[in-house]
């Protein structure tokens, strides 16, 4: 018996496998079958969101330098004469201050602290030279009528007090050129009230300083300024505030051919000693010396 080599009917042979015949030369495989090349997805171009335009940057640059230029100032500004610097600083920091303020307000600037901080220590800078030079000024005044002459007598208790200038004796009168003039009276004793401060010294005296103002101009008095400084025996007497007897510290403005009195009291030792009162017109100006036992 012969095995038959013919093949199946139709013309085709028969391949076992899950695969199912292999596809012919030249032919291309279909979709979804194995080994198949896939059709690719179609590519969707990236879309990107529009970048907005960058916004300009803040201009900073007065408000910072006027700020700058205001500290500088005010620092200078206490300086005995090279304060003078603070002069222009202080004008070129308000200038700074100033612009970079309105650039603020108009919306190119946000360092609205620095320009107002700018401001504000130039215009203290500016205020204090304003000051130093008024007092110079006044001090220089004061150097044309700061000699003058003494009239009274001196007390016997004071005859040997040292004649230098601008040293006078209690009970007398110093009078400057202009015409203001001003008397100590001899001290006199005094006894704090219970309200005194300090308490318990060992002797107080009493001072009465009267101004006479000579001029044709107002003269104001200060008497926290004017003084006196007293000194006993070479140290500093300590000034008596006493409410229920005197004054506290207080200022008053003499009329031309008008005069002002008022009194201090200050702690002395228990003994007798040399009392010293320096009385001064204006700031920066020498003082009238007035000496005597007391």
């Not at 012919?24 to 979709?31: C, H, L, N, R, V």
């Not at 005194?196 to 107080?204: F, Y």
């Not at 500093?236 to 009329?255: G, P, R, W």
């Amino acid at each position: 018996m012969t095995t038959s080599s013919q093949p199946p009917q139709g013309g085709q042979p028969q391949y076992p496998g899950p695969y199912g015949p292999p596809q012919q030369y030249g032919q291309y495989p279909q979709y979804g079958q194995y080994g198949a090349p896939q059709q690719p997805w179609a590519q969707v171009p990236q879309q990107y969101a529009p970048v907005p335009p960058s916004a300009p940057q803040p201009r900073n640059g007065l408000g910072t330098a006027g700020f700058v230029l205001g500290l500088l100032a005010l620092l200078f500004a206490w300086i005995p004469f090279v304060g003078v610097i603070g002069w222009p600083l202080s004008i070129l920091g308000l200038i700074l201050s100033g612009f970079g303020l309105q650039r603020v307000t108009s919306g190119k600037a946000d360092n609205k602290g620095l320009s107002v901080a700018g401001i504000a220590l130039s215009a203290i800078a500016l205020l204090v030279c304003i000051l130093w030079a008024t007092a110079f000024a006044s001090a220089v005044s004061e150097t044309s009528t700061s000699s003058g002459t003494v009239s009274g007598a001196a007390p016997t208790a004071a005859a040997g007090a040292p004649a230098a200038a601008q040293t006078v004796s209690f009970g007398q009168t110093y009078t400057y050129k202009d015409g203001l003039a001003v008397t100590i009276a001899a001290p006199a004793d005094f006894t704090p009230s219970r309200f005194a401060a300090p308490q318990n010294v060992d002797r107080a005296v009493l001072l009465t300083v009267t101004v006479q103002n000579g001029t044709t101009q107002n003269y104001d008095v200060n008497t926290f300024g004017n003084g006196p400084n007293v000194t006993f025996d070479g140290a500093k007497a300590e000034e008596i505030t006493d409410l229920d007897q005197l004054q506290l510290a207080e200022s008053a403005t003499v009329l031309p051919g008008k005069s002002y009195t008022y009194e201090k009291a200050f702690a002395v030792g228990s003994g007798t000693g040399e009392l010293q009162a320096e009385w001064t017109r204006e700031v920066f100006s020498d003082p009238v010396i007035f000496m005597g036992r007391a």
